[in-house]
């Protein structure tokens, strides 16, 4: 496979990997948490999806709409339930609050579920572009045949059209300028009169909202199971950190970063050795917090 | 004059006499030819308690970085990977996978300790100037980076089969089962009980009260003249070492190490353990870490009774462990026996 094709795998994960990790920021950015059990999120959105498509036969997209609404309705749950009685405890009781409530989700998701991946029914064209000359350099071919499914158009579609918006809502509205005042500093927005508890609670639900979308793209993609959101949870982290938590548009950045880093290691690490792709990302993660802990578009983490 | 009252009164050293006194009897079953002969019930327990007395150096290195210093470290288990496998490396005798050089294992055992604390020190200097939540987040991904290595490296780490055939010392000198087990959790046991009496000396020192004013105000003891981030360093690195020191001491105990034995559930229960006891407070520590890990036992026995199959039952395990960490943050945030006002937070 050559560096092109390599490439549009790259966006794809990044893709998945920006709707779920402009969620998680915005959740660090305005209700200044690390939410570890975002993963769970995205996997309950997934089988809310998984449901919705297979046991009350609907099409897909309105199964996504069904993922999504749910994935709204059980973050502000989990939210009204978990998080919001000790929003002023700091960050650490918060992040350790979360990794317990991931902990126990996840298993009740795969008490209920089993262990086995469930799959999305779905047909898929392949648009294929052959007969572009390979342009090798060393062992590693520039370009290559490529090959396009629809579902590849359907994951980046959905991204863009996240980002176009989420643009709209954070410059347009009022929910969306107030979460950005709020981001910036919770006591200065308080003093203009802006309601932040009820901000927090309509991020909480745009969270869950986008972890209901990039689940059901996940599960379209690969497969849904009891650790599915668990498997990306470090990625998103990685891709939110790396574009400067608590800012939606250095995490779609960081996260085709991600995507792209992901795909070409698996492809160019040697075989048996595909298990460090995962690696990677955390290498990367590492590698941001060490060298330039405000990300791309970020704040200062770094107290001393 | 009675005996009870010629005790050393300290906590650190009634915990030195009792450690000593647990490794003299586990040396006697081990050395001589007595033996010991268990009823079959009593073996769970001896294994949960030996693996309690290995948890135990792991949650008394823990709090010495979070409790004390409030460094909050969640990849605690990498040191203790890098010890087990320190050790499994460098004294495993020809093993099925992976590196093993057969080296006498109490060098093994000093190179598992260095090898934590060199690692200590390279996450440490790079990372313990973060804030604290992305401290937390860099040492777990730290932890996860190794795992993947670990597992990745089929000729150095033997992959998911790990590294077998190495040395354990009590095993090697006595043949009896019943009687390695008993010497086993004695000489573990004393073990932990003199670090818990070493660190106790460390903390309840000036040091100690040094690393407590960096967690209450780290600005106010660095104005006063004190070296913050030499102090977190080398706390950091006394934890991580410990933790390494209690891995060799586990591939020794257990014979044969694999990645399933260092995943991320190791950090989850001893740092529930930590925050159940009640942090900064090494006998709440590890009174938390046995309530953790009575419930394992618990769950052993509920096990058979319970009309679910086994991998129904780990989750359900799971999800109250979850439970418990979330319900003591929110409702006892200083723990069972943790001091709320000397942590600084509200009941």
């Known amino acids: ?304 | 004059m009675s005996l009870a009252s010629r005790l050393p009164s300290g906590d650190g050293d009634r915990a030195l006499v009792a450690g000593v006194v647990l490794v003299a009897v586990g040396a006697l079953f081990a050395l001589t030819p007595l033996q010991t002969t268990l009823p079959g019930a009593f073996y769970v327990f001896i294994e949960v308690g030996t693996l309690f007395a290995i948890y135990g150096m792991l949650v008394i290195g823990l709090d010495l970085q979070y409790g004390h210093t409030g460094l909050v470290n969640f990849g605690h288990v990498v040191f203790f990977a890098a010890g087990a496998y320190t050790v499994a490396m460098l004294a495993a005798e020809s093993p099925f996978a992976g590196i093993g050089l057969g080296l006498p294992w109490p060098a093994a055992l000093l190179a598992a300790v260095i090898v934590a604390g060199v690692l200590g020190a390279a996450v440490g200097t790079t990372s313990i100037r973060l804030r604290d939540d992305f401290l937390a987040i860099a040492t777990l991904a730290t932890a996860e980076i190794f795992h993947s290595l670990f597992v990745a490296f089929q000729t150095i780490f033997g992959g998911n089969v790990g590294i077998g055939s190495i040395p354990q010392p009590v095993g090697d000198l006595v043949t009896d089962t019943d009687t390695a087990m008993t010497a086993n959790i004695l000489l573990l046991g004393g073990v932990m009980l003199v670090t818990l009496a070493a660190v106790t000396r460390l903390t309840s020192a000036p040091y100690g009260r040094v690393l407590r004013a960096i967690r209450a105000d780290d600005l106010v003891t660095r104005s006063v003249g004190k070296s913050v981030f030499t102090y977190k360093m080398q706390a950091f690195v006394y934890g991580a070492a410990l933790a390494g020191f209690a891995g060799g001491l586990f591939a020794l105990y257990n014979g044969a190490i694999a990645p399933g034995y260092f995943t991320i559930q190791v950090t989850v229960t001893v740092w529930i353990g930590m925050l159940l006891g009640g942090a900064a407070n090494h006998r709440a520590v590890l009174g938390g870490l046995a309530v953790i890990m009575g419930l394992r036992l618990l769950s052993r026995f509920a096990l058979d009774v319970a009309p679910v199959s086994s991998s129904a039952f780990a989750s359900i395990r799971l999800i109250v462990v979850g439970l418990i960490l979330v319900a003591v943050i929110r409702y006892r945030p200083a723990g069972i026996w943790g001091d709320a006002k000397e942590l600084g937070v509200d009941t």
Not at chain 1, 12 to 34: E, H, K, R
Request: net charge neutral.
């Open chain 1, 1 to 304: 496979m050559g560096l092109t094709q390599n490439i549009v795998f790259g966006l794809v994960t990044g893709s998945y990997i920006a709707i779920a990790a402009i969620g998680f920021t915005l959740i660090y950015g305005i209700v200044n948490m690390i939410n570890f059990a975002y993963g769970e999120y995205i996997t309950i959105g997934a089988f809310i999806g998984i449901l919705a498509a297979g046991a009350l036969p609907v099409p897909l997209p309105v199964a996504v709409l069904v993922a999504m609404i749910g994935g709204g309705v059980v973050s502000l749950a989990l939210a009204k339930g978990f998080f919001t009685p000790i929003n002023d405890t700091g960050p650490i009781p918060m992040l350790l609050t979360s990794i317990g409530l991931g902990l126990a989700l996840r298993n009740v998701i795969r008490l209920l579920a089993g262990r086995n991946a469930r799959y999305f029914e779905t047909s898929t064209t392949t648009f294929r572009f052959e007969g572009l000359p390979a342009l090798s350099v060393g062992p590693v071919d520039l370009l290559g045949n490529v090959f396009v499914t629809s579902e590849h158009l359907i994951v980046i579609g959905c991204a863009v059209v996240v980002f176009v918006v989420l643009h709209a809502l954070l410059t347009r509205t009022d929910v969306g300028i107030a979460m950005r005042a709020m981001g910036d500093d919770e006591s200065l927005a308080r003093v203009r009169g802006i309601n932040t508890q009820r901000i927090r609670d309509s991020v909480w639900v745009l969270a869950g909202v986008l972890a209901g979308l990039a689940g059901v793209l996940i599960a379209i993609q690969t497969n849904a199971s009891a650790s599915t959101g668990y498997a990306h949870i470090l990625q998103i982290l990685a891709a939110a950190i790396l574009g400067g938590a608590g800012s939606p548009y250095g995490a779609i950045a960081g996260s085709y970063v991600i995507g792209i880093v992901l795909a070409l290691s698996t492809a160019f690490l040697p075989s048996g050795m595909t298990e460090l792709s995962s690696a990677v990302a955390f290498v990367i993660l590492v590698g941001v917090l060490l060298v330039k802990p405000s990300g791309i578009a970020g704040q200062e983490v770094r107290e001393a």
